[in-house]
């Protein structure tokens, strides 16, 4: 797709039609964002849970878990740096969104978010 158009002389441009295809780029960007971060935050919940329930929790690795039980096995007291383990371990430790000390700005981030998301949904 040509954003710009010409119009029916060789050296001028068509504006109203170079507009059109302006805002309808837009507005298959703005289609394709939304779909991207419905699903981003979709697996972004998704990936939270799964991190808790093998236990990597907040405080490092759960005891009894199958994390535990995966790092006493295969590493025993030796975990290797920059390994997949060490990865999600440090993801499970970092990644929990109620971790942050001030409520109030848990609070502003969450409707910030939320704000962001209904505006780029309004806007299609």
């Known amino acids: 797709m040509y954003i710009l158009s010409r119009s029916d002389s060789s050296s001028e441009f068509d ?3 170079t507009l059109e295809n ?3 780029w837009i507005q298959t960007a703005l289609v394709a964002t939304k779909d991207f971060l419905v699903t981003f935050f979709r697996d972004q919940g998704v990936f939270f849970i799964v991190l808790t329930v ?3 929790g907040v405080s490092g690795i759960v ?3 199958p994390a535990a039980l995966y790092q006493s096995f295969c590493y025993g007291g030796h975990t290797p740096a920059a390994s997949v383990f060490a990865c999600l371990q440090s993801t499970g430790m970092s990644y929990n969104g109620f971790t942050v000390s001030n409520v109030v ?4 981030r969450v409707l910030a978010g939320l ?3 209904y505006m780029i949904l309004s806007m299609i």
């Open 15 to 17: 504006f109203n039609r």
């Open 22 to 24: 302006v805002l309808r």
């Open 54 to 56: 093998i236990g990597f």
């Open 63 to 65: 005891g009894g878990s």
């Open 105 to 108: 700005l848990v609070i502003i």
């Open 115 to 117: 704000v962001a998301v």
